[in-house]
């Protein structure tokens, strides 16, 4: 079949844009209806911690006295609590999502960021307590207070994030609209023609490998992970102080770790499918040609990403609170 090439009709453009117009709607959907649920959901998740922390701390009092026989059963609790705990509202799982649905990024560093940030909120945690109390002997007044200067850190991180992101895409977007505007063209190819990286068509399938690492380097990698992590586990931090209490302050280490495992699984969960639909969105737009306002409406999702992560970074920073007795706070418990 001979191939000939033809001006794409522009008043079409827009039927190849329409699955970034859905990705924006369904992500602006999820944002509504969290909001407008919000207290529904943080009081479900403030009483139902509550209880998890009561059998939590009955399963550290059996190891206090069995610990060969409950020690295994605490570790399996505690991963367990930090699978279900993370499907709570978290300023960390705001981020991630919010930073994978708006970003090209291999399925490993997304990944690699969900794991790296669970771990390191887990050892914070873990550092926090141990060089408050054990070390320096200070109070735990004083370590709630600590507490709360890290959390206010992390959530200026938070809004540290999204003004990176958004210069970064308002760059790119200004350099786009600058580029000299050339002719787009269209190559009529046969119906039953597979798309492929080689196959020469002149269509831009998806991301490669050098965008990818272009799109997300080592210091927004850092970024993401240090506005995720900074903030200790509440969870952790009670179930340390109450280990400490009773005297088995290495399993309430266990616990801890065992709790940050759990929440890099859920998070590495949401990561995928926010990674999936992603996929779906660009795969959908696959026949569309590589044109200047194709990047400039990928661009423009990764500013409203990043404008998205300044007011909730603001948000978080002027509703935190220090913690109460119980180290519950009003709002985003992880």
């Avoid at 054990?134 to 992390?154: D, F």
């Avoid at 965008?211 to 927004?220: C, E, F, I, N, P």
């Avoid at 996929?279 to 500013?303: D, F, M, T, Y």
Wanted: glycine content about 8%.
């Amino acid at each position: 079949m001979s191939v000939s090439a033809m001006p794409a009709r522009k008043g079409r453009r827009w039927l190849h844009v329409w699955p970034l117009a859905v990705l924006a709607a369904v992500f602006a959907l999820a944002g509504f209806l969290a909001w407008h649920y919000w207290p529904q959901i943080l009081l479900q998740s403030v009483l139902w911690q509550k209880s998890l922390h009561q059998e939590m701390t009955a399963l550290l009092q059996q190891v206090a006295v069995h610990p060969h026989q409950a020690g295994v059963t605490l570790m399996g609790f505690s991963l367990l609590y930090g699978v279900l705990h993370a499907l709570g509202p978290g300023h960390g799982k705001v981020v991630i999502t919010t930073f994978l649905a708006t970003h090209p990024t291999k399925v490993r560093t997304s990944l690699r960021l969900t794991l790296a940030a669970s771990l390191l909120q887990g050892g914070v945690a873990i550092a926090l307590v141990t060089v408050m109390l054990v070390m320096l002997k200070l109070s735990s007044r004083q370590l709630h207070l600590s507490s709360y200067w890290l959390e206010k850190g992390s959530y200026l991180l938070v809004a540290g994030l999204g003004v990176w992101l958004c210069w970064r895409a308002a760059g790119r977007i200004r350099r786009t609209l600058a580029a000299p505007a050339a002719p787009v063209f269209r190559r009529i190819v046969p119906a039953d023609h597979h798309h492929h990286a080689a196959c020469g068509c002149g269509h831009q399938h998806v991301p490669d490998a050098a965008m990818l690492d272009k799109a997300v380097s080592l210091r927004t990698q850092a970024m993401v992970v240090l506005s995720m992590g900074m903030r200790p586990c509440s969870g952790a931090i009670m179930m340390l102080l109450f280990s400490k209490v009773i005297g088995v302050y290495g399993w309430g280490i266990f616990s801890a770790m065992a709790m940050a495992a759990g929440t890099a699984v859920t998070v590495s969960a949401m990561a995928l499918l926010v990674q999936v639909s992603r996929a779906l969105a660009v795969k959908l737009s696959r026949n569309a040609p590589a044109a200047s306002w194709q990047k400039i409406g990928w661009s423009s999702l990764s500013l409203a990403g990043g404008i998205l992560l300044v007011a909730a970074g603001v948000m978080l920073w002027l509703s935190a609170q220090p913690a109460m007795s119980g180290g519950i706070r009003p709002l985003f418990l992880r």
